[in-house]
């Protein structure tokens, strides 16, 4: 169920509380003024106040239930904007290393192993030269689309480590296997033309990538991915490398 979906739902749920509670206090004030046997005509009060109620009670619901469901609304946008990018809607350098973080927690519960990969596009400030921060800017967001495509949806992470540099998070694979999908990801790069404002660009990006395990340390895991992107960029651009133990911290 999407987050819209259950804050409607939630909503709908919070219009039933409020209208039932707000009938049931009415009918049982009837009730009281009922047995007290004080009106001449009980059973047409007890009728006309339940109706009263309803009247007042359901509007009331209704603009409670709007108000929370917009007050949830905002509250998530708040979330998202303390989270993510805002110029590629990606995670975050800071949400992305509590996202890091889970991981490594969870390898420690269950086992396992991730890798860690920074990409960073290749001589990049060429194109901001050239084409301006407009094109500059929508190249990175075409290169968040493509790299968000490539991976495999809530099993990995995928953020903005700054300017033109990304970090991904792949989970549950082994080293080969995290250099394959660095390797996919780095041939979709060199093989899409990305339109912007009548210019057609090509790009490629460089890859540094280590392997995380439940005894590995945050900061010395993306210190030694960044050695292996700088040994990347070194060799000549648009490759990748592995860190592994040669460039470990």
Sequence with gaps: MSTYARDIKDSLTF????????????????????????????????????VVAA??????????????????????????????????????????RISAEDELMRQR????????????????????????????????KRVAEIAYSELRGPFDKLGRWGGEEFVILLSNLNRD???????????RLESTVI??????????ASFGFEMLTADSSLDRVVESA???LYVSKQAGRNRITYAGPRLAA
């Design 15 to 50: 219009f039933v509380f409020v209208a039932t509670t707000a009938l049931c206090l009415s009918f049982t004030f009837s009730v009281f003024v009922y047995r007290l046997g004080v009106l001449e005509d009980p059973q047409r009060f007890l009728f006309a106040n339940l």
């Design 55 to 96: 009247c007042v009670a359901i509007p009331t619901a209704a603009i409670a239930s709007q108000h929370e469901f917009q007050l949830k609304r905002y509250q998530r946008k708040l979330e998202a904007l303390a989270s993510t990018d805002p110029l590629t809607g990606l995670l975050n350098r800071r949400f992305f």
């Design 109 to 140: 519960r269950s086992g396992g192993m991730a890798a860690l990969v920074l990409l960073d596009l290749d001589q990049f400030k060429l194109i901001n030269d050239r084409f301006g921060h407009q094109t500059g800017d929508a190249v990175l």
């Design 177 to 187: 296997q995290a250099w394959s999908v660095c390797d996919r990801l780095r041939q």
């Design 195 to 204: 339109e912007h404002d009548g210019a057609k660009l090509s790009v490629t």
């Design 226 to 228: 960044d050695r292996a």
